[in-house]
């Protein structure tokens, strides 16, 4: 399978506790995202990292949150102290940057890791 | 982004054209239009895309208005594997890279 991976798909935790996500984008692609969906909403964007520089950051990401893409390869979303809030499924997605803008740039979605925090 | 504005919901007969409206109306000259799907207990994917032009690809058409203030989604042959939250993005090319998902319309196609 040449798609976008995302480990673990489920994860229960208390609250309080910390927890990591590992995203494997397509192999190619030098774009990777992070989304949060709720129940009954669509995506919301969190971060954007271009190679290994993470280039854009949401409001919604506050400092209990963390991405990193070290090599410019997979990636990571850490959350700590989790709050009963951050319940979600988060999505990773990722693309290629083409030359030519807007042509296209389509994201390659992840299954998503559904988050509970007790 | 700009905002765009769909039905919560749509139903369609197995086998039947679908038509999924989607309204813009503050569009700017820069803005692609974009279509993601998400089926139950996926990630979203890729449908179309379109700038002023029509456009078809093996999944979809893509109807955009003359005035671009308005675009339509065709499925032309609705199946049980497209029931799912549609999603009508507006993704200028001069801004960021994110998606800006609204609420998208669930398509209930019914056998």
């Known amino acids: 399978d040449t798609g976008v991976s995302q480990d673990p798909r489920h994860k229960i935790t208390k609250r309080g506790q910390n927890v990591t996500f590992r995203c494997d984008p397509i192999?190619?692609?030098?774009?990777l995202y992070w989304y949060r969906q709720t129940l009954g909403q669509g995506p919301e964007f969190l971060t954007y990292?271009?190679?290994?520089?993470?280039?854009?950051k949401s409001r919604l990401l506050s400092d209990r949150f963390s991405a990193e893409r070290p090599k410019g390869s997979f990636s990571t979303l850490e959350i700590q102290r989790t709050e009963q809030g951050d319940s979600a499924m988060y999505l990773c997605?990722?693309?290629?940057?083409?030359?030519?803008?807007?042509?296209?740039?389509?994201?390659?979605f992840g299954p998503g890791t559904r988050l509970t925090v007790l | 982004d700009a905002k765009t504005t769909q039905p919560n919901s749509m139903e369609s007969n197995e086998e039947e054209p679908v038509h999924l409206p989607c309204n813009h109306s503050?569009?700017?000259?820069?803005?692609?239009i974009h279509w993601y799907r998400q089926l139950p207990s996926q990630g979203p994917e890729y449908v179309i895309h379109?700038?002023?032009s029509n456009v078809n690809n093996r999944m979809a058409s893509l109807a955009i208005a003359e005035d671009r203030k308005s675009s339509t989604l065709i499925l032309h042959r609705a199946t049980l594997r497209d029931a799912a939250v549609y999603y009508c993005?507006?993704?200028?090319?001069?801004?960021?890279?994110?998606?800006?998902f609204g609420g998208g319309t669930r398509l209930m196609v019914k056998p």
């Open positions: 379109g700038l002023t």
């Open positions: 993005i507006l993704r200028s090319s001069n801004a960021g890279n994110m998606l800006t």
């Open positions: 192999s190619e692609h030098n774009r």
């Open positions: 997605a990722s693309s290629l940057k083409m030359r030519l803008a807007g042509s296209g740039n389509e994201q390659f």
């Open positions: 503050t569009i700017s000259g820069t803005d692609y």
């Open positions: 990292f271009q190679n290994e520089a993470q280039l854009e």
